[in-house]
């Protein structure tokens, strides 16, 4: 049986089990008083289970339903459930990816809330646009704003760029802009004046940069005019001299430019750890970096990420949504936590306290990013991204991401300086090709089945 055949029986056999199960969710549980428990399951470290719980806390305070949270680490998440779905015991609420949702809905296993939210009375506007849309899927169109809703935004995720603001200060070096962004030229040679010894012993122990390519290369290739995919994400495009010239700049700070560890050096101790260690200038922050980057021993802030070439900055938007099972026995319970945790003001200010997400509502915001002493300073970087220049990533809306992944499989040569972008991406877009042409075709057989 083909690869083909076998996702498709998969998903048939999905929809089958979910529709035999329709009764049973893991809500089942209550108290012997009757009282009623629903669970949610979500993915976090500490201070994202600290912030919940006290969000929850309030949520039963006010409606008298208990809720069972079940966390798990980020990397363990989306194993374990989809361990639960197919042992049909699906959480009432839980964190959904942008790119699970197609075969969630295909499989029967989320819930469409459209009407149940539009009773709630949220103010779906006062949500930004792209968290909301993230969830909107018309059977085959996700994110546009005229599908049907089967989630709503816990967050919305701009990947700023951030720069040690006390080392280039120390180096006599005029901080950047915050609204214009460093051309490329620009960034490597204020990374080449930072990439030293600063101990005098031989050794470069202070670098520029250090940046991962299956994070960073995106914001490079869009700001040079180059995309993973045609507009409709029916063609891959990672072949063209746009996305090669990018590739290839990025594999040149370090083997050109000699601006990042070397191999050897983040075998010692990893671009993240050395950021964090006060060793290198640039590197990118996520809303859910801040808790931790502000207890830094240096000063940092955020600017637009530099520009590869005229298309201007651009970085990406990423998204968790909150589902509800189709399962669930309580699903007006658990579409209420599923809005409380999305938009009630409260709760978001308990998770926005908590420096692990911006504000979901855009009024919140707006008055977040202009807080005084504010940390970063420049909070409004993360707002101008969601607003203006970030994007969703390359598989947020195609059916799973397997001809996405495909690209960083076998890219290290490239890095290494042993293999041109050019030729590297030459070989790899027929790879992806197929494997896209196969998630669409998989994609049209479970809308089929579903």
């Known amino acids: 049986m083909n690869r083909k055949k076998i996702a498709a029986t998969a998903i048939v056999a999905l929809v089958s089990a979910t529709a035999l199960t329709a009764c ?10 009757g009282t009623k428990e629903i669970t949610f399951m979500f993915r976090g470290g500490a201070d994202e289970k600290t912030a919940y719980q006290a969000a929850i806390d309030k949520y039963t305070a006010d409606t008298g339903v208990k809720v069972k949270m079940i966390v798990t680490d980020a990397d363990q998440y989306a194993t374990k459930l989809q361990a639960a779905v197919a042992g049909n015991n699906v959480p009432d609420v839980f964190y959904i990816e942008q790119a699970s949702l197609q075969s969630y809905v295909a499989s029967g296993v989320l819930m469409d809330i459209t009407d149940a939210v539009a009773d709630s009375g949220v103010d779906l506007d006062n949500i930004w646009p792209y968290g909301v849309d993230s969830y ?10 005229d599908g049907r809703l089967y989630g709503l935004p816990k967050d919305v995720g701009p990947f700023s760029f951030g720069y040690n603001k006390t080392m280039l200060e120390a180096a006599g070096i005029p901080l950047p802009d915050k609204d214009t962004p460093l051309t490329w030229d620009e960034f490597v040679d204020i990374c080449k004046q930072l990439t030293t010894d600063t101990d005098g012993d031989g050794t470069i122990d202070q670098w520029g940069t250090g940046l991962n390519v299956t994070w960073n290369l995106q914001s490079m290739v869009w700001s040079n ?11 891959v495009t990672v072949d063209t001299p746009e996305f090669a010239e990018a590739l290839q700049k990025f594999a040149d700070l370090t083997n050109v430019d000699a601006v990042t560890p070397s191999a050897a050096d983040a075998a010692t101790l990893d671009t993240y750890q050395r950021w964090m260690a006060g060793q290198i200038a640039f590197f990118p922050v996520g809303p859910w970096d801040v808790s931790t980057y502000n207890d830094l021993d240096f000063d940092y802030d955020l600017i637009p990420w530099p520009t590869v070439g005229d298309a201007g900055p651009a970085t990406w938007v ?5 589902g509800v099972s189709n399962t ?17 003001p409260d709760a978001m200010q308990t998770l926005v306290d908590a420096n692990i997400q911006i504000p979901n509502l855009i009024d919140v915001a707006q008055d977040w990013a202009g807080e005084a002493d504010a940390e970063p300073a420049n909070r409004q970087e993360f707002l101008d991204i969601v607003q ?3 994007r969703a990533m390359p598989a947020a809306f195609t059916y799973g991401a397997e001809w996405y992944d495909e690209l960083w499989t076998n890219i290290q040569p490239v890095l290494d300086g042993k293999q041109t972008a050019a030729d590297y991406l030459a070989a790899e877009q027929p790879k992806m090709q197929a494997l896209l042409d196969e998630s669409i075709e998989n994609a049209k057989q479970a809308a089929s089945a579903g």
């Not at 026995?329 to 599923?338: I, N, S, T």
Request: aromatic letters at 8%; glycine letters at 14%.
């Open 318 to 322: 990423g998204s968790l949504g909150i």
């Open 328 to 344: 669930t026995k309580y699903p007006d319970d658990a579409v209420k936590l599923a809005t409380y945790l999305s938009a009630d």
């Open 136 to 145: 909107r899927y018309d059977g085959t169109v996700q994110g546009t704003s």
């Open 24 to 33: 049973s969710s893991s809500s089942d549980a209550s108290d012997a008083g």
């Open 225 to 235: 005019g180059g995309d993973w995919t045609n507009e409709d994400h029916t063609k």
């Open 388 to 390: 203006d220049y970030g």
